[in-house]
């Protein structure tokens, strides 16, 4: 199973996977107009990999096959103030 791997010129650490290199027909224009001009990054064979850094392999296969597309996005950043007030019994405003 090829795909295609291309991060996002607007959103950082956001990465799109196509089933086919430059084809984003499948994928929303709204998602590719916050996605911004799609940069290539390389092609793997999910087929060969055991995981797939930060993303999980079986849900990508699985987006790919029912959508024709998966977006990987990070994941949302900890409140470090909010978990220290938190942790020091500080109610939040």
Same mark, same amino acid.
């Given at each position: 199973?090829?795909?295609a791997?291309?991060?996002?010129? #607007?959103?950082?650490?956001? &990465?799109? &996977?196509? %089933?086919?290199?430059?084809? &984003?027909?499948?994928? +929303?224009?709204?998602?590719?107009?916050m996605? /911004?001009? +799609?940069?290539? $990054?390389?092609l793997?064979?999910? !087929? #060969?990999?055991?995981?797939? /850094?930060?993303?999980?392999? %079986? @849900? $990508?296969? @699985? !987006?790919?096959?029912?959508? /024709?597309?998966?977006? @990987?996005?990070? +994941? +949302?950043? !900890?409140?470090?103030?909010? %978990?220290?007030?938190?942790?020091? /019994? $500080?109610?939040?405003?």
């Amino acid at each position: 199973m090829l795909t295609a791997v291309y991060k996002s010129t #607007k959103k950082a650490d956001t &990465f799109l &996977f196509v %089933e086919k290199r430059d084809d &984003f027909s499948k994928v +929303p224009e709204p998602l590719m107009a916050m996605f /911004g001009k +799609p940069q290539y $990054v390389m092609l793997i064979n999910l !087929a #060969k990999r055991v995981q797939l /850094g930060v993303a999980d392999l %079986e @849900q $990508v296969k @699985q !987006a790919l096959t029912d959508n /024709g597309f998966y977006l @990987q996005i990070p +994941p +949302p950043q !900890a409140n470090l103030l909010a %978990e220290h007030r938190k942790q020091n /019994g $500080v109610e939040s405003d």
